[in-house]
Nanobody, 125 residues
């Protein structure tokens, strides 16, 4: 059973930075998966933020975070990170890690099989 555990959320002022972590366990082969970060703000739909193909290293970003967020992985630790810089109040949301096996497709934001419980990010102005 795949389990995803997020950490690193918190409260920072606008312009600040946070790094989220997603530790994956139970994957037969973490090196061939699509790992993504999603967020959901109160009253809004869930949004795909970023994803990484753990085999090819390809990364994908929502337009709203391009140039500010960076997704990366540590294959030894089976962990994916989301470095968030230049944070804005509109980045405030619950952030979730999600994944599916077999690498990312261009529509990586659809079809995630596994989800973490989320970590809260609050950005004050």
């Amino acid at each position: 059973q795949v389990q995803l555990v997020e950490s690193g959320g918190g409260s920072v002022q606008a312009g600040g930075s946070l790094r989220l972590s997603c530790a994956a366990s139970g994957y037969t082969y973490f090196g061939r998966a699509c790992m993504g970060w999603f967020r959901q703000a109160p009253g809004k739909e869930r949004e795909g933020v970023a994803a990484i193909d753990t085999s090819l290293g390809y990364t994908y970003y929502a337009d709203s975070v391009k140039g500010r967020f960076t997704i990366s992985q540590d294959k030894i630790q089976n962990t994916v990170y989301l470095q968030m810089n230049s944070l804005k109040p509109e980045d405030t949301a619950m952030y979730y890690c999600a994944s599916y096996g077999g690498g990312c497709t261009p529509a990586w934001y659809d079809g995630m099989h596994y989800w973490g419980k989320g970590t809260l990010v609050t950005i004050s102005s």
